[in-house]
């Protein structure tokens, strides 16, 4: 069975200011290590357009033991980036900014995650092959969608999308 562990990732660098993204502008993931009083960088990943809206989510996307950390962004982007050092493995365009969190989740039964994500302007929900960044299935909503997540809501064995809206 997969595990996915979701956090945020924050952290302190250079100066005295805690700040979410690594600089000014919101606009990198960093992974850190060490005491949280003390942390230290171990890579840091920019985007170019803020990302301080989203959570990442971290999980063994393709099966071969390492973790990938898989983020949105303003830019319209999702990105997998290899755990290990912050390089990047896939990146998938979407029709506008990204600024929910995606979800992991396995929505087909095959052992395999797909990423759940959806973005505000056209408020399309993407389906992305989480080992590769290939697009499953998109679909088109007509309101504002939010923070997708799957499971098997009513017990039938099969999984439930549920998304949030704006208003």
Wanted: with cysteine; glycine share 12%; charged share 20%.
């Amino acid at each position: 069975m997969n595990t996915l562990t979701m956090l945020t990732l924050l952290g302190t660098v250079a100066g005295t200011w805690p700040m979410w993204g690594g600089d000014l502008a919101h606009q990198s993931v960093q992974l850190l290590k060490g005491a949280i009083t003390s942390p230290v960088i171990k890579w840091r990943f920019a985007t170019g357009a803020p990302v301080e809206w989203q959570f990442s989510a971290i999980a063994d996307v393709d099966g071969d033991g390492k973790m990938e950390v898989v983020i949105g962004s303003d830019d319209r982007k999702v990105y997998c980036l290899r755990g290990s050092d912050g390089t990047q493995k896939w990146v998938f365009t979407t029709g506008g900014d990204v600024h929910t969190p995606g979800a992991l989740v396995d929505i087909d039964g095959d052992n395999r995650f797909e990423y759940l994500v959806s973005q505000n302007v056209t408020s399309t929900l993407y389906c992305l092959n989480a080992e590769n960044g290939s697009l499953a299935w998109q679909i088109d909503l007509a309101e504002d969608v939010h923070s997708p997540f799957a499971g098997d809501i009513d017990g039938d064995g099969c999984s439930e999308i549920i998304v949030g809206t704006a208003y």
